[in-house]
């Protein structure tokens, strides 16, 4: 099976940002759903995925900056840090500040700085991609020539991109990014290159794709076929059930999918027209890129895109202790990554 050079892309991104997210959970103190439910006492915060080191964490200084300097510097939304209760306040990593004295709800005026936790969070992150970077090039030789493409492939780009993918599980499922000047290629973490590549690319096809790039590679994609029960959904497409099922609702509602027997989901006409749509323009934006080179170096990373037989399943393999240790194993990861509200975990989790 020939994976589109997007999957390709999406999957080492997601299988780089978990191993990463493994090293973060192991060094610093944090919270869970699980450790919640069982009771147990821990002093840290919210447990997050690097998509928010990435976007938003690594951009407050310890002395702090305005909220619109942070949502500028991270390419994040309005609703990001100016929400009535936003996650990354919630979760005890920032703290916000009026910026003056008539103002009630968060203005990008505001300042926000870092929690102690969320100090030791950025001390925490900071080595990490890195680090991640140096054990892949010791497992795979593809990986240091695969960064090279890269580096060529962003830096001759016209304009800047974020860090990673934003979020794009609920309605905002479209990429949509402000044009702002070029910035440096080399010197950016592994990770940020990855997303930067994947992230113009999708951009070209959604410019003539009536679906989004993340339900069409994911869910559509897997009903193409025929309905597919709604529990099975998750195993499929490599998605956390619960961003999943919004997902799935959203489709619901624009009417690409519609409900099957046996509590099962399929494609609408309009669905299987904007699936065969989507992917005829990834195939256009494939053959205009001309990426043989970085097909090359992808190609052996990432395998047939099954956890069974993608090297990559190495670096999703999770270490005792974590919480996805105890979590069913994936079949695949995620042909589009699904970055959610909800910790920002690149398959939805």
């Not at 509602?253 to 990834?282: H, P, Q, W, Y």
């Amino acid at each position: 099976m020939v994976l589109p050079l997007p999957t390709l892309l999406s999957q080492a991104l997601v299988a780089f940002t978990i191993e990463a997210d493994y090293e973060f959970e192991q060094q610093m103190p944090h919270v869970t759903t699980e450790k919640r439910k069982v009771g147990a006492f821990s002093p840290g915060p919210w447990l997050i995925s690097m998509p928010f080191w990435s976007m938003c964490l690594r951009h407050v200084p310890e002395a702090g900056t305005t909220v619109g300097e942070v949502l500028h510097q991270g390419f994040l939304g309005d609703s990001f840090l100016l929400g009535t209760n936003p996650g990354m306040v919630r979760w005890g990593y920032l703290r916000l500040e009026p910026g003056d004295a008539t103002s009630k709800r968060p203005t990008k005026t505001w300042l926000v700085r870092p929690s102690p936790a969320g100090l030791r969070a950025q001390q925490t992150w900071a080595p990490i991609p890195d680090l991640i970077e140096s054990r892949w090039k010791t497992r795979w030789k593809e990986v240091q020539p695969l960064r090279r493409a890269l580096e060529d492939l962003v830096g001759s780009l016209d304009h800047a991109l974020p860090d990673y993918v934003p979020g794009n599980a609920s309605y905002d499922s479209r990429v949509s990014i402000p044009s702002r000047p070029p910035g440096p290629a080399s010197g950016s973490d592994f990770a940020a290159l990855l997303a930067k590549a994947l992230l113009q690319f999708t951009i070209e096809v959604e410019q003539a794709a009536p679906l989004a790039m993340v339900h069409a590679a994911n869910i559509v994609r897997v009903l193409a076929d025929g309905p597919i029960a709604r529990r099975d959904l998750p195993r499929a497409t490599g998605v956390g059930k619960e961003t999943l099922a919004v997902m799935v609702g959203i489709l619901q509602k624009s009417s690409i999918l519609t409900a099957a027997a046996g509590n099962a989901v399929e494609l609408t006409a309009a669905g299987r027209d904007g699936g065969a749509a989507t992917f005829a323009a990834v195939a256009n934006v494939e053959a205009r890129w001309r990426a043989g080179g970085l097909r090359k170096v992808l190609e052996p990373l990432v395998g047939d895109g099954t956890m069974t037989a993608s090297p990559l399943a190495v670096a999703v393999e999770p270490p005792n202790g974590t919480w996805r240790h105890d979590r069913p194993v994936p079949a695949t990861l995620p042909h589009h990554p699904v970055v959610s509200h909800r910790g920002g975990y690149p398959d939805g989790s």
